[in-house]
C-alpha cells in the first residue's frame, strides 16, 4: 500500500556531513508533513525535523543549525542533510509520513490519515 524507503546512512567521523532521504510510494494523495525522527540506543525516539505542507519547517533544539530538511512535494521525498555530526548523532533515523491521505480516503471521504514510518536507516558518528 505505502512504502516510505529511507537511504543515506552510515559510518562518518565527527564534523562530518551525510545527506539522508526517504521516498514515500503508493497511491498517495497528499501528506501533512514530512519528518525525520531518530532514535538512539537506550533513548526514546524525537523529532529531528519536520517540513509540512503548510507552515514553517521546525527542528529539534539540539539540530541547532546544523541539519537542512528538504521536500518535494510533487515527488514525495524527503531529505536531511546533516553537517557538523556529533557522536551524539549516533542513532537510527527515521522517515515520517505525517496524516497521509491515500486516492481512495479522498475518494471515500476519510479525511483524518494515517501515520506511516520507514524501517530507519542507521547513523553512526565515530569520535
Known amino acids: 500500500q505505502v512504502q516510505l524507503v529511507e537511504s543515506g546512512g552510515g559510518l562518518v567521523q565527527a564534523g562530518g556531513s551525510l545527506r539522508l532521504s526517504c521516498a514515500a510510494s503508493?497511491?498517495?494523495?497528499?501528506?501533512?508533513?514530512m519528518e525525520w525522527y531518530r532514535q538512539a540506543p537506550g533513548k526514546q525516539r524525537e523529532l529531528v525535523a519536520s517540513?509540512?505542507?503548510?507552515?514553517?519547517?521546525k527542528y529539534g533544539d539540539f539540530v541547532k543549525g546544523r541539519f537542512t530538511i528538504s521536500r518535494d512535494k510533487a515527488k514525495n521525498t524527503v531529505a536531511l542533510e546533516m553537517n557538523g555530526l556529533k557522536p551524539d548523532d549516533t542513532a537510527v533515523y527515521y522517515c515520517h509520513a505525517d496524516r497521509l491521505l491515500l486516492n481512495s480516503d479522498y475518494d471515500e471521504g476519510r479525511y483524518d490519515g494515517r501515520d506511516f514510518w520507514g524501517k530507519g536507516t542507521l547513523v553512526t558518528v565515530s569520535s
Open positions: 503508493g497511491d498517495i494523495f497528499s501528506i501533512d508533513a
Open positions: 517540513f509540512p505542507t503548510i507552515g514553517r519547517t
